[in-house]
Nanobody
């Protein structure tokens, strides 16, 4: 399994921005599919965004489309999530994840084998 460490979570006001980072323990050139998920209190974990180097695809949940941007720097073994125009409903613990089966690179969290410990994002006035 890959070890993943997220950072960048904070408390911000509505309309603010944050950039989350996720550092992997090994070379991400060999890890095509990486994704961000989030879980709000009392809710199920949901997919936010993914990036697949195998086919150069990025995918976003409808709720964040146009506001969030996922990217990666394989030279630094790091995954990013730029979050703009944050809303109170974006408040959640954010997790990065990787190593689903090759056929399962999607925004469903179930197939992902490796997870970080999470970083908390709070959006409140």
């Amino acid at each position: 399994q890959v070890q993943l460490v997220e950072s960048g979570g904070d408390s911000v006001q509505p309309g603010g921005s944050l950039k989350l980072s996720c550092v992997a323990s090994r070379d991400t050139h060999n890890i095509p599919c990486m994704a961000w998920f989030r879980q709000a209190p009392g809710k199920e974990r949901e997919g936010v965004a993914l990036i697949n180097d195998r086919n150069k695809v990025t995918l976003y949940a409808d709720s964040v489309q146009g506001r969030f941007s996922i990217s990666r720097d394989n030279a630094a073994n790091t995954l990013y999530l730029q979050m703009n125009d944050l809303r109170p409903e974006d408040t959640a613990m954010y997790y990065c994840a990787t190593e689903p089966p090759s056929w399962a690179c999607a925004l469903n969290p179930a197939p992902y084998k490796s997870w970080g410990q999470g970083t908390l994002v709070t959006v409140s006035s």
